[in-house]
C-alpha cells in the first residue's frame, strides 16, 4: 500500500514563502512524482513533477517561483514557494506515478495567501 504525507502547508502573506514536503512510503516503483493544486476557480491542474530521468515540468503558472527537489531515491519531494499570490490559494496534493502507470494521491495541504 503506497501512501503520501504531505507536510507545509498554512497561511501566508501575499509575497511571501512556503516549503512543502510529501513522503511515499510502501513498496513502488517511482515513474513521476510531484504537486497537483486544486484551486477554487480551476480544476486540478500540474504544479510542479519530476517525471522520466528526472526531467522536471512546472505549470506556466508557478515558473520562476516555484522550485522542486527531490532526495536521492525520489521518494520524497520538496516544493519550494516564492513570491506567493493570492491565486496560488488552494489544496496541493502530492501525486506519484509507478510503472505500472497507477496513480497516487495524498489527502492534500492547503496553502491560503492573503492580500
Known amino acids: 500500500q503506497v501512501q503520501l504525507v504531505e507536510s507545509g502547508g498554512g497561511l501566508v502573506q501575499s509575497g511571501g514563502s512556503l516549503r512543502l514536503s510529501c513522503a511515499s512510503s510502501?513498496?513502488?516503483?517511482?515513474?513521476?512524482m510531484g504537486w497537483y493544486r486544486q484551486t477554487p476557480e480551476k480544476q486540478r491542474e500540474l504544479v510542479a513533477t519530476?517525471?522520466?530521468?528526472?526531467?522536471?515540468n512546472y505549470g506556466d503558472s508557478v515558473k520562476d517561483r516555484f522550485t522542486i527537489s527531490t532526495n536521492r531515491a525520489m521518494n520524497t519531494v520538496y516544493l519550494q514557494m516564492n513570491s506567493l499570490k493570492p491565486e496560488d490559494t488552494g489544496v496541493y496534493f502530492c501525486?506519484?506515478?509507478?510503472?505500472?502507470?497507477?496513480?497516487?494521491w495524498g489527502r492534500g495541504t492547503q496553502v491560503t495567501v492573503s492580500l
Open positions: 501525486y506519484l506515478r509507478d510503472y505500472t502507470t497507477r496513480e497516487h
Open positions: 519530476f517525471g522520466t530521468g528526472r526531467r522536471i
Open positions: 510502501g513498496r513502488v516503483s517511482i515513474a513521476a
